[in-house]
């Protein structure tokens, strides 16, 4: 019979629930290869005088049989699958001698050119379970074997490689995902795994638009820019785009910028998908309240400095009456306070934030574009904020940042 050293690994996929499977030692190889088996539904049983504290949690919450002694023969009897990894070489030997005599597959962890079967390096994305063996064994190699597997796992979270999905005949469905500030590097893997699979996108300006010449050529990509005072897709006309198509039986994402649900209209939205018996599915983003001050070095909180900070739209000016804003219960706050949409009504805002108390020499970061190429920032004080702004064009979309933690440095 030929070496079983000289021919590569037959890869399958072992269907273990329900059945005995045998895991013998209770160190850190068993904790890392017990989750994957329970997961997979096995019976296990594991064999060891001592284990991990996290073995012993499992065992404790019944999710595995524990016997607390060495390996004896007879311990392989009945199971499926074995792994032995034990401190004790020649309980090894004898452990995988009778999984030899019991036809039942077993992994080694100290000789694995001794075993009958390996552990491939396994990871999962969007509903993929990707398993990496080296086909020579004679350049088996974990260390290769985990980097192609992080490879190709990190191409399916981040969208790069599409894993199309057959149709089941369920509901067409919605997914509003946030895209975050801008930079694509920074819209969330299952944001970007959902925006590789659809067949309709429908996109803010706001949103990482570099991202869209990534889709491939059948999607479809409705623009649904809103610029201030500008062109401006109606809130309604976007409403019905995701209907129509969504009831085509297309997969559509409505591509955000930041995060759906802050100021971004993403409950409307979601709403009217409701009314229409859609299902709908929401994706946060990272908001650019948060991202874009750190984008240039502000921290929203700093100890000793900031312990709060509030995020409020500027869009509406402070003496109109649709104004839905306390200024002057933000003007008392003594944290920090990030303001959305507020370029062209900062004069207002400055003036009634100093009228109501908040003094005059705080520092203020302008921020436009942020975490983009064309990303800058301005500094003022809140007095001479306005001002600022308009010496340096400062210009939508810009993250305004009132506070102490505008003049940190790093």
Request: proline share 7%.
């Amino acid at each position: 019979m030929p070496s079983a050293a000289s021919h590569p690994a037959y890869p399958a996929g072992l269907r273990l629930a329900g059945r005995k499977v045998v895991v013998l030692g209770g160190g850190q190889v068993a904790q890392r290869r017990l989750p994957a088996l329970l997961t997979a539904g096995a019976d296990v049983l594991l064999v060891s005088p001592t284990v991990t504290a996290s073995v012993e949690a499992m065992a404790t919450a019944g999710e595995i049989r524990w016997e607390r002694r060495r390996y004896r023969a007879g311990d392989l009897e009945g199971a499926w699958y074995a792994i032995v990894a034990t401190d004790d070489a020649e309980a090894n030997t004898a452990a995988s001698a009778e999984a030899e005599e019991r036809r039942v597959w077993c992994v080694r962890s100290d000789d694995a050119d001794a075993a009958s079967a390996w552990t491939p390096a396994t990871g999962h994305s969007a509903g993929v379970t990707v398993a990496v063996l080296t086909t020579e064994p004679a350049e088996r190699d974990p260390r290769r074997t985990a980097a192609v597997r992080d490879s190709l796992v990190h191409a399916l979270d981040e969208g790069r490689v599409a894993v199309p999905r057959q149709g089941n005949g369920e509901t067409p469905r919605v997914a509003l995902v946030g895209g975050g500030p801008g930079d694509p590097d920074l819209i969330t893997v299952r944001g970007r795994r959902l925006l590789a699979e659809a067949d309709v996108v429908v996109a803010d300006r706001l949103g990482p638009r570099d991202l869209l010449a990534e889709l491939p050529p059948h999607v479809e990509v409705i623009d649904a820019a809103k610029i201030p005072y500008g062109r401006a897709m109606a809130q309604e006309a976007i409403n019905e785009a995701l209907i129509a198509h969504a009831k085509a039986g297309k997969s559509v994402v409505r591509l955000k910028g930041g995060d759906p649900f802050v100021f971004g209209r993403g409950m409307e939205e979601a709403q009217a998908l409701a009314e229409a018996g859609i299902p709908c599915t929401v994706v946060p983003g990272i908001s650019s309240a948060v991202s874009v001050p750190a984008a240039v070095g502000i921290p929203v909180t700093h100890r000793g400095v900031a312990h709060e900070f509030t995020v409020v739209s500027g869009h509406v000016a402070p003496d109109d009456p649709r104004s839905l804003v306390d200024w002057q219960a933000l003007a008392r706050l003594r944290g920090t306070l990030v303001i959305l949409m507020g370029v062209d009504k900062l004069g207002a805002i400055a003036e009634a934030l100093v009228r109501h108390g908040r003094d005059p020499e705080t520092p203020v970061a302008l921020v436009q574009e942020g975490t983009t190429a064309a990303q800058r920032r301005v500094d003022a004080r809140l007095a001479t904020a306005a001002e600022t702004a308009r010496a340096h064009d400062v210009r939508p979309p810009a993250v305004i940042v009132v506070g102490a933690v505008a003049a940190l440095d790093a």
